[in-house]
């Protein structure tokens, strides 16, 4: 089975194309391999880079290729859609865009052309605490100004990829909550040169997961950063967050509607060739019709990403559209994997067919980055202006 490209252009249709050549020299076997080891998939990782993939949305005055968010979901979904995982590297397209945003043009000359080259890698976030959760404006990790250094010390959770990345884009708190005038003010962005600051006021500790995203817990301890790391102003970081997360969903979710073609192109094929009964499986109705509705799930999410990015990209702000299909597009894939999985039976479960991998990697999107029910709480109280419930 194959799906159609409508509604892309020819250059984004040959953009699609490449990722997939390049995918397919990264078969099953190599992320099965990887997912038993727990280990990091460098070596694509290093070709995505090569390709100029993830520097996709960097300005071409800095070494990218400037395309826009439409284009960079549609790497992450091929990336998906061909078995591999885009988590080890999604985190760079939609980090770089606070730096871009936000940073002073001196930051943006000294950062962005190694970033795109590959030779610094952006790859950690840090954001989430273990007592704040999804509330960001809870956070406690503190960053106190010195002369020209900030001193920070907390704890951060669940941050991917610190162990393989050469930057990160951390937040802390420069006022405390109970000072501040509004609970988003003193909320601080730092840029952390992890080179430096790991075993010298930094300690990773990896956490074990269900999926192989390389989690970790951070410790901060008199940790010192540079104030010329500063991310735009101080106290306004939490600001500069929100900027980014329209396109952070739209990306990211873009995976889940990979991995949703993804499982409905295994089941098809599955479904065709599976002979019980003397027929195929795939003529019974209780097969056909939960892959059929899968496939409409998964599309409809697809339509949604697409109004969402070009609105994005025209300079519109997609929250309502973001956020829809940041919802759709967690729960279509969970459809697909399911009614893959069903098809396969019994043979869904066995690692060599590679289904239950990918189901695990696909339910993540319920929770990270951000939870659903926070999606349809947002959705509920600032688009169909419902009350209050936090």
Known sequence: MQFSDYGLTDEQKALCQSVRELCARYPDTYWMKLDEDHTYPTEFVEALTEGGYLAAMIPEQYGGMGLGVKEGSLILEEISRAGCNAAASHAQMYIMGTLLRHGSEGQKEAYLPDIASGKTRLQAFGVTEPDAGTDTTRITTRAERKGNKYIVNGRKVFISRVLHSDLMLLLVRTTPRDQCAKKTDGITTLLVDLNRAVGDGLEVTPIATMVNHQTNELVFENLEVPVENLIGEEGKGFRYILS???????????????????????????????????????????IQFPIARAYASVEAARLVRDRAAEMFDQGENPREQANMYRLLASEAPCEAATACMDTYGGYGYAKEYHIERKYRECRLLKTAPISNNLVLSFLGQQVLGLPRSF
Not at 247 to 265: K, N, Q
Request: glycine share 12%; hydrophobic share 35%; proline share 2%.
């Open 244 to 286: 980014s997360m329209n396109a952070e969903r739209i990306l990211v979710a873009s995976e889940g509607v990979g991995d949703g073609r993804y499982f409905v192109e295994k089941a098809v094929d599955y479904a065709n060739s599976r002979v019980v009964f003397d027929r195929p499986i795939g003529q019974n109705q209780g």
